[in-house]
């Protein structure tokens, strides 16, 4: 049997297997809100990007109401539906509706929470009393920020735009799980802004704004202080492993590198990664093997993206900063935001006023008041980004 695409099997029952291709792009890819989304994807199209898979775990699996039962059908494109949570007019605006009794599929164009009524674009000419129904996509396109998906995924320029992802969930797994290896997978984070949950990828900014003036206190100290990611988390030594089957139950492919060989089918992967090993045996005088198995590659290319970011991140060290702003300049920075720190009493010669730093804490202190954030060197080891290292090795003052 024909794998399509490669590496993706979907347990049907006991030892027998098939090959799927995946869950389909939903209406919200090309429409959000009622205006025009447009990032190269279609309705109905395979999602194998990773921000398309992560999006539509949370618009079509979190942001769900299920097990609702037809409590009276006005007309066909009038459906009251009782058990519906909320009472607030227009909450299931371009919500997706799926009929289970009689398959009909449309999305709501309106909603009259008095009486729960439910508006359809599209007739459900055989809806009854008593159908089973449920609803996606559920105040999705207020709880996303749709546009940072499509720098991530857009088929033309997105960042992520040629990582093939793509898996069987063949036991039990919560939302949360699944995303969290998704972005580890993909060398990106997912956040919950104000704005709506953001996808943004761990690459360079290609702008950022400047930093020069932080707090001070009784007019001398400055509040702003630095440390260097320890040396436990530096590694020489690289095997990625992916195209899992489920058969068998192992990899079935891998890729690797050290200061002394790559991978002899490697294409992307090369001198450049094998001198960031040696470089680091030499500088840090450590050796120190990191394997990975990944359960959402299957694609040769893919495969070595990620090694290669790997591999970039996890052979030096990085400098983490501490720095206390004024309120009212830094209140609009949340983490995730890029700044480059231009403060050469305190930042180190060949990262001041040059180096990106990106936020991954912030905490608001309405008495002073202020905003104290933690700030990472981009390229800097992943686990301080939400992986479990703790950090040390302090240089400069301040707190």
Request: with cysteine; net charge negative.
């Amino acid at each position: 049997m024909k794998r399509f695409p490669e590496g993706i099997e979907n347990v049907i029952n006991g030892d027998i297997f098939a090959y799927a291709a995946g869950r389909q792009f939903e209406r919200w890819i090309d429409s959000v809100g009622g205006a025009t989304r447009d990032e190269g994807h279609s309705v109905n199209g395979i999602i194998l990007t990773p921000s398309g898979i992560i999006e539509s775990i949370l618009r079509d699996e979190v942001f769900v109401e299920r097990d609702l039962r037809v409590s009276t059908v006005t007309s066909t494109t009038l459906i009251i539906v009782s058990g519906l949570k909320s009472s607030v007019d227009d909450y299931y605006n371009n919500a997706i509706y799926y009929n289970v009794t009689t398959g009909h599929k449309t999305y709501v164009s309106d909603y009259t929470g008095s009486t729960k009524t439910l508006t359809l674009a599209a007739a459900d000419t055989s809806a009854t009393a008593a159908d089973n129904i449920y609803l996606t996509n559920i105040q999705g396109d207020n709880k996303i920020n749709y546009q940072s998906f499509d720098v991530i995924g857009n088929t033309t320029s997105g960042t992520r735009k040629d990582w093939l992802f793509g898996r069987s969930i063949n036991s039990f797994s919560t939302p949360q799980a699944l995303i969290e290896q998704l972005c580890f997978e993909s060398h990106s984070i997912l956040l919950d802004t104000y704005d709506g949950y953001k996808f943004l990828s761990l690459d360079e900014a290609a702008s950022a704004d400047t930093w020069t003036v932080p707090l001070t206190r009784n007019s001398e100290r400055e509040l702003v202080s630095g440390r260097l990611s320890p040396l436990s988390d530096i590694y020489t030594d690289f095997r990625l492993k992916y195209a899992f089957d489920y058969a068998s139950g192992t990899y079935k492919k891998e890729f690797f590198v050290n200061r002394d060989v790559v991978s002899s089918n490697a294409s992307i992967l090369g001198a450049t990664e094998k001198t960031k090993c040696a470089n680091a045996e030499t500088d840090y005088k450590v050796k120190k093997y990191f394997e990975y198995s990944s359960d959402w590659i299957y694609d040769d290319n893919t495969a070595e993206y990620l090694l290669q970011k790997l591999v970039n991140w996890l052979t030096k060290q990085y400098a983490i900063v501490t720095w206390a702003g004024e309120f009212n300049s830094h209140i609009k920075y949340e983490i995730g935001d890029q700044v480059i720190l231009n403060y050469a009493n305190m930042v180190p010669t060949g990262i001041n006023n040059s180096s990106k730093f990106i936020i991954f804490s912030k905490e608001i202190n309405p008495l002073t008041p202020s905003v104290t954030f933690q700030l990472l060197e981009v390229g800097a080891g992943i686990s301080v980004l939400g992986y479990g290292s703790r950090y040390g090795s302090s240089y400069g003052r301040g707190y």
